[in-house]
């Protein structure tokens, strides 16, 4: 098992942080996400989250709890949280908890950043 | 394949237990799963399952021990098509089970859970069933039948 796919890491571009998620999101492999992006966000300015799902291939309800607190971070600056690299599994997973509503979906991270 | 040695071969019952620690989220996963092989799952039907045992011992681990020590007991036996899932913690119980079961409500609004883990457990599985009294623990009975493609 490899432990980069457990780590959560991150990319700042401009004002858009990017969190590369891991292969499993689930409530202890998101523990740390706040905490981590609050320290980031106290170095930079973000108005921008992207998650990457690219390697995620498994998710439950904490991965949305997690998306929901940025979303809520975000939406208190008028900044916004967007997601890609979605498979089908996961993509079922946030369509059913109707994050699609207040979340926008990209194939890539070029067209995310490009907003 | 022969009859009876089809039989045999079915797994019919197992019990884990595991220490509450957010790292035993993922084995439950793979156990639980495992152990369903036998009953011929698709890939969907097993993720389903996955993501149910996953709530169910998100909320042993966060709500029934808070965080703190304690043992949660999964239970899993097939009958048949059936798969029968049990996931028991001896924890602080739950108040009002009808609200907890609610859509995305949370007993922890300022934490980052979204509410929705009784949701997702009802939408993966056929029943859920919830046992609970407080200060003695939980009990989440979770059940699917599962379909398969081969023939008969």
């Known amino acids: ?115 | 394949m022969d009859k009876e040695l089809e039989k045999t071969m079915k797994a019919e019952y197992m019990k884990l237990e595991i220490e509450s620690k957010s790292h035993n989220e993922e084995f439950a996963r793979v156990v639980v799963a495992v152990f369903m092989t036998r009953l011929d799952p698709t890939i969907e039907e097993m993720e389903d399952v996955k993501t149910a045992v996953s709530e169910a011992v998100t909320n042993a681990v966060i709500h029934g021990y808070q965080g703190k020590e304690g043992t949660i007991e999964i239970e899993a036996s097939i009958c048949e098509k059936t798969l029968t899932l049990s996931i028991r913690d001896q924890g602080i119980g739950i108040p009002d089970i009808k609200k907890a079961m609610e859509p995305l409500y949370t007993s922890m609004p300022g934490g980052e859970r979204s509410g929705m883990g009784f949701s997702f457990m009802e939408a993966f599985m056929d029943q859920v069933e919830v046992i609970s009294k407080i200060g003695e623990g939980t009990t989440i009975l979770l059940k699917k039948t599962i379909g398969n493609d081969s023939l008969e």
């Open chain 1, 1 to 115: 098992m490899s432990m980069e796919a457990a780590k959560l890491t991150y990319e700042v571009k401009n004002h858009s942080m990017v969190v590369h998620l891991p292969k499993e999101l689930d409530h202890h492999n998101s523990q740390n996400l706040k905490q981590e992006t609050e320290q980031i966000m106290d170095e930079t300015y973000i108005n921008q989250i992207i998650f990457d799902f690219s390697n995620t291939n498994f998710m439950d309800s904490s991965g949305i709890g997690a998306l929901l607190g940025r979303y809520k971070r975000m939406s208190a600056v008028g900044g916004k949280v967007v997601v890609y690299g979605v498979n089908e599994r996961v993509k079922r997973l946030l369509n059913l908890s109707g994050i699609y509503k207040i979340v926008k979906q990209y194939e890539t991270k070029e067209q995310a950043m490009k907003g």
